[in-house]
């Protein structure tokens, strides 16, 4: 015997198959999007923390340079102090670059900036510093001109060549993630391409190995019923269950064969018999016909009356049936009512509950805000500083006038000193430039300040009045979902009361339908009694009861049901 294949088999087989494209799928996208969160985990954890490392220590280098600045100017001990924290400051972040640098060019530029950064510190603080406490004004000119320009200008190349090192990794490692997405979204596009089309191709071919045999099973059984012929044989070349449909087919067949040619053979004698038996059909046939009519319009009304009963009986149990499962729907119905209320109410405790959280937090923010912008107002001291600073500079600007002026009365005595107060002159301008750019600079800060003020005050409003609504929105809707609950319980607790009493009347249709059946089995027992009778009249052709069971009739169609068929 041939192994069989179930079409369950194969209709898993091509469901294996796709599976196993749609998981290779699934697989590779997980293993591409691990390979861009591993890439943007380490910008976020490597590269980002580096980048804003290198744009500390350039800020820190800009107000170094302003802090001595300032001291050099106005000899404030506190720009000193300023000064000093800032170059620690710095020192500690590039020590953090050195050491947390992911290559080795990020490193050496780390390094070098460090050193330059440590020349122009160690120039401030041997040279200008020292030379500031002393009064040297000219030496302080001279050492900032000659030594403290050329290194802040290299250390400020070196920043930004460090910063462009660190945007151009940011960018690399970006346009890496990116081409990898979009590498993967072509990928994944092509490969869902050819799932489709496998998947296709898959149903195609399995739909043809089931149909195909079915086809041609349906053509053999057409063409045997058209021809009526009984030695038809299907042949269905299908290891499955279709395969095995059609043998056991063919063996019905056959075995209906075989019993028609019994039925022939026995129907040939039976017409033998039929002939020796008609004269006496002939005389008994007037009593047989007035007692099977009579039999014939009573059973029928029997047979009748009896399948209206198991009508109505199935009907009523099926109505029965289905008020019991409406009685029980109904009984769960009102259990999940039970359920809906009791979850309205922990939602509404839930909803006070998060509304007077959101109120306190608004409370707390509101105060903590109000402090801070009492604090930002601070930022209105500096422009009272750069003007203080703006009149220093314009007296400086007209010392230094009044002093090329004597000198110039002096002659050559006084060239020296001409050019000192030319360097004063110099400086105040510089100053007075410096100064106006911080107060448009301070009166962006103070315009910011005050954008963000409005906007932390319409902030506030937005949850003093929106959110609290929607609260209260909120606490309302859930009154209303408790409300609808209570009704829906009213609903389910009647629908149950009406299912009880419909229940009770289907048993009193129950208890007349029993009754129907007693009185059907009493026309039962009168159709006994004429059978009896019909009995009776039948002895009288006891000689012929062998005989007339085999009718002429019953053989001659039987006979002709039989040539039907071709055997």
């Given at each position: 015997?041939?192994?069989?294949?179930?079409?369950?088999?194969?209709?898993?087989?091509?469901?294996?198959?796709?599976?196993?494209?749609?998981?290779?799928?699934?697989?590779?996208?997980?293993?591409?999007?691990?390979?861009?969160?591993?890439?943007?985990?380490?910008?976020?954890?490597?590269?980002?923390?580096?980048?804003?490392?290198?744009?500390?220590?350039?800020?820190?280098?800009?107000?170094?340079?302003?802090?001595?600045?300032?001291?050099?100017?106005?000899?404030?001990?506190?720009?000193?102090?300023?000064?000093?924290?800032?170059?620690?400051?710095s020192g500690a972040i590039f020590d953090k670059l050195i050491n947390s640098s992911?290559?080795?060019?990020?490193?050496?530029?780390?390094?070098?900036?460090?050193?330059?950064?440590?020349?122009?510190?160690?120039?401030?603080?041997?040279?200008?510093?020292?030379?500031?406490?002393?009064?040297?004004?000219?030496?302080?000119?001279?050492?900032?001109r000659n030594q403290m320009v050329p290194a802040a200008e290299t250390l400020n190349k070196k920043l930004v060549e460090y910063k462009v090192f660190r945007e151009n990794q940011m960018s690399r490692l970006l346009e890496s993630s990116a081409k990898t997405a979009e590498m993967t979204q072509k990928i994944i596009i092509i490969a869902v391409i050819i799932f489709c089309v496998v998947a296709v191709i898959l149903s195609l071919l399995i739909s043809i190995m089931i149909i195909k045999p079915i086809k041609i099973m349906h053509k053999g059984l057409l063409e045997a019923e058209k021809n009526n012929d009984l030695t038809c044989q299907i042949i269905v070349k299908s290891n499955d269950e279709i395969g095995a449909m059609a043998e056991a087919l063919n063996r019905f067949i056959n075995k209906i064969r075989e019993s028609f040619h019994g039925v022939s053979d026995s129907a040939i004698l039976v017409d033998d018999s039929v002939k020796s038996v008609n004269e006496n059909i002939y005389r008994l046939n007037?009593?047989?016909?007035?007692?099977?009519?009579?039999?014939?319009?009573?059973?029928?009304?029997?047979?009748?009356?009896?399948?209206?009963?198991?009508?109505?009986?199935?009907?009523?149990?099926?109505?029965?049936?289905?008020?019991?499962?409406?009685?029980?729907?109904?009984?769960?119905?009102?259990?999940?009512?039970?359920?809906?209320?009791?979850?309205?109410?922990?939602?509404?405790?839930?909803?006070?509950?998060?509304?007077?959280?959101?109120?306190?937090?608004?409370?707390?923010?509101?105060?903590?805000?109000?402090?801070?912008?009492?604090?930002?107002?601070?930022?209105?001291?500096?422009?009272?500083?750069?003007?203080?600073?703006?009149?220093?500079?314009?007296?400086?600007?007209?010392?230094?006038?009044?002093?090329?002026?004597?000198?110039?009365?002096?002659?050559?005595?006084?060239?020296?000193?001409?050019?000192?107060?030319?360097e004063i002159g110099n400086l105040a301008d510089e100053s007075t430039r410096t100064v106006n750019q911080m107060q448009q600079i301070n009166q962006q800060v103070f315009n910011a300040v005050a954008n963000l003020s409005d906007n932390a005050k319409e902030l506030m409003q937005f949850v003093a009045v929106n959110v609290v609504n929607d609260y209260q929105k909120m606490l309302k809707a859930t009154n209303e979902y408790t409300n609808d609950a209570n009704k829906v319980d009213e609903i389910v607790a009647d629908l149950s009361s009406t299912s009880q009493q419909l229940l009770a009347s289907i048993e009193n249709i129950t208890t007349a339908i029993s009754g129907v059946a007693i009185a059907t089995n009493e026309g039962a027992q009168g159709t006994t009694n004429i059978a009896g009778r019909a009995n009776e009249s039948s002895l009288e052709s006891s000689k012929t009861v062998v005989e007339t069971g085999k009718v002429k009739d019953a053989v001659d169609s039987l006979m002709t049901a039989v040539r039907l068929f071709k055997i």
């Open positions: 015997m041939k192994k069989r294949s179930s079409i369950m088999v194969k209709i898993f087989g091509g469901f294996i198959g796709i599976t196993l494209i749609a998981t290779v799928l699934l697989i590779f996208t997980l293993l591409k999007i691990h390979s861009m969160a591993v890439t943007a985990s380490d910008i976020n954890g490597s590269y980002l923390p580096l980048y804003k490392d290198t744009n500390q220590v350039t800020e820190n280098s800009a107000k170094v340079v302003a802090a001595l600045r300032g001291y050099v100017i106005t000899k404030d001990e506190s720009f000193v102090n300023q000064f000093t924290d800032l170059t620690e400051e992911v290559t080795k060019k990020g490193k050496e530029l780390s390094k070098e900036s460090k050193e330059l950064n440590n020349a122009y510190v160690k120039i401030a603080t041997d040279s200008i510093i020292p030379a500031v406490k002393a009064g040297k004004d000219s030496e302080v000119l001279s050492v900032m007037g009593y047989i016909e007035d007692i099977s009519a009579t039999t014939e319009e009573l059973s029928a009304g029997m047979e009748e009356t009896s399948a209206s009963t198991e009508e109505v009986s199935a009907t009523v149990e099926e109505i029965n049936s289905a008020v019991q499962n409406v009685s029980q729907k109904a009984q769960d119905g009102a259990v999940t009512v039970d359920e809906i209320n009791n979850r309205a109410s922990a939602l509404r405790k839930d909803f006070e509950k998060a509304q007077q959280d959101a109120s306190n937090i608004r409370i707390q923010v509101q105060e903590k805000l109000e402090k801070s912008l009492e604090e930002s107002k601070a930022v209105t001291k500096i422009n009272e500083l750069a003007n203080g600073i703006l009149n220093i500079a314009s007296q400086t600007n007209l010392l230094a006038l009044n002093a090329s002026i004597e000198a110039a009365r002096a002659g050559d005595a006084g060239k020296g000193f001409a050019v000192v107060a030319g």
